[in-house]
C-alpha cells in the first residue's frame, strides 16, 4: 500500500468512527479539498508538502460491538473500551511508580486523573494535585474542583461523562507552581493518556496546563477564549478555577464577575463546538 492509501484508510476510519460516536460534521482544511481534489486518481505519487499529515493519534472505537474492531497494519490503531481502561490503569501504575523528579518524594498519593476514556466530549486539564488531591488520589476534588463540578454542570455534563487530568501526577509541596523539568518529566504521561482518551475537545485550565501541554510562553490571558489546537484536537484554554476562587477571597466582586464571564464564555464556545446549546442556568448553581 502507497502511504497515500494508508493515510486515506486511516482517514476513513476516523470518520467511519466520528460518526459512530455521533458527529455529524467535521472542519476540513480548504488546502486539503484542493488537494484531494488535485490529486484524485493519482494514488501513488508522493504527498503534496500543502497536505497536513493526518492526526497522529490514533483512530479508536466506539463501545465493544460484538467482535472487536480490527487495525490494519499500518493504519491507526483502534482501540476497545476494555482496552482505554487497561491501558489507562497501565499509564496510572507507571505514573505511581514513576521517580524521575522530586516531586515523588513528598506526595502522598499519585493523581493520574479519572473520567470517561471513551472519547468524552472534554478532557479538563489543570496544573498539579493540590492538598485534597493528594490525599483521594482524585482530581480536582477540593475548592477549585468544587467549582470545576459547578463549571461541568453548568455545561450539562456530570463528572462521569468528561475526563479530568493533570499536567503533573504528583502534588508540587506547598502547591507550588511545578517546576518546567518537572512538568517535562510527567508530560508523557499526560500524552499517552490524550491518545487513549481521545477527546472531542480539550480545555486547559489556567497558565501551567497552557504552557505544559502547548509548549508555549504566551499567557493565560492572552490565551482565554481562544481555539487552538494539539494533536489535531481542538483546544480552548481559559483561566483555573482557583483564579476565580482567589477573587471571591479577596472580596473583588468586579474581577469575580469578570473571571466568570470570561470562564463562561470559553466554555460555550466549546459547547458550540460541539454542537451542544447552553442549558438552562439551574437556581442552584
Ligand atoms: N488544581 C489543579 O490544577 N488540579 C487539581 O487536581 C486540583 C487543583
Known amino acids: 500500500m502507497s502511504e497515500w492509501t494508508d493515510i486515506i484508510d486511516g482517514l476513513a476510519d476516523h470518520l467511519a468512527l466520528l460518526k459512530e460516536l455521533g458527529t455529524r460534521s467535521v472542519e476540513v482544511e480548504p488546502a486539503v479539498i484542493r488537494a484531494l481534489a488535485a490529486r484524485s486518481g493519482a494514488a501513488a505519487a508522493p504527498l503534496p508538502a500543502a497536505v497536513p499529515a493526518p492526526p497522529a493519534r490514533p483512530a479508536v472505537a466506539a463501545p465493544p460491538a460484538a467482535a472487536p474492531p480490527v487495525a490494519r497494519p499500518g493504519a491507526t490503531r483502534v482501540l476497545t473500551l476494555d482496552q482505554r481502561r487497561q491501558?489507562?490503569?497501565?499509564?496510572?501504575?507507571?505514573?505511581?511508580?514513576?521517580?524521575?523528579?522530586?516531586?515523588?518524594?513528598?506526595r502522598n498519593r499519585c493523581v493520574p486523573g479519572q473520567g470517561n476514556p471513551l472519547s468524552p466530549d472534554v478532557m479538563f486539564i489543570g496544573e498539579a494535585p493540590g492538598a485534597d488531591e493528594d490525599r483521594a488520589g482524585e482530581a480536582f476534588v477540593g475548592a477549585a474542583g468544587h467549582l470545576l463540578t459547578k463549571m461541568i454542570t453548568a455545561m450539562g455534563y456530570t463528572r462521569d461523562d468528561i475526563f479530568i487530568?493533570?499536567?503533573c501526577k504528583c502534588r508540587p509541596p506547598g502547591n507550588r507552581t511545578p517546576a518546567p523539568e518537572e512538568m517535562q518529566a510527567c508530560l508523557p504521561f499526560l500524552r499517552e493518556q490524550i491518545r487513549i482518551v481521545q477527546p472531542k475537545v480539550i480545555v486547559l485550565l489556567g497558565g501551567t496546563a497552557i504552557r505544559g501541554l502547548l509548549d508555549t510562553q504566551v499567557g493565560v490571558t492572552r490565551m482565554q477564549?481562544?481555539?487552538?489546537?494539539?494533536?489535531?484536537?481542538?483546544?480552548?484554554?481559559?483561566?483555573?478555577?482557583?483564579?476565580?476562587?482567589?477573587?471571591?477571597?479577596?472580596?473583588?466582586?468586579?474581577?469575580?464577575?469578570?473571571?466568570?464571564?470570561?470562564?463562561?464564555?470559553a466554555l460555550k464556545l466549546v459547547l458550540?463546538?460541539?454542537?451542544?446549546?447552553?442549558?438552562k442556568p439551574s437556581n442552584k448553581a
Open 87 to 106: 491501558e489507562l490503569a497501565a499509564i496510572a501504575a507507571r505514573a505511581e511508580a514513576c521517580e524521575t523528579c522530586v516531586l515523588r518524594r513528598q
Open 165 to 167: 487530568a493533570n499536567i
Open 225 to 265: 477564549g481562544q481555539w487552538t489546537r494539539y494533536d489535531g484536537i481542538p483546544v480552548m484554554p481559559t483561566y483555573h478555577p482557583a483564579y476565580i476562587l482567589r477573587f471571591e477571597s479577596l472580596g473583588d466582586a468586579a474581577g469575580l464577575k469578570r473571571a466568570k464571564t470570561e470562564v463562561w464564555h
Open 272 to 279: 458550540a463546538q460541539l454542537g451542544r446549546s447552553v442549558p
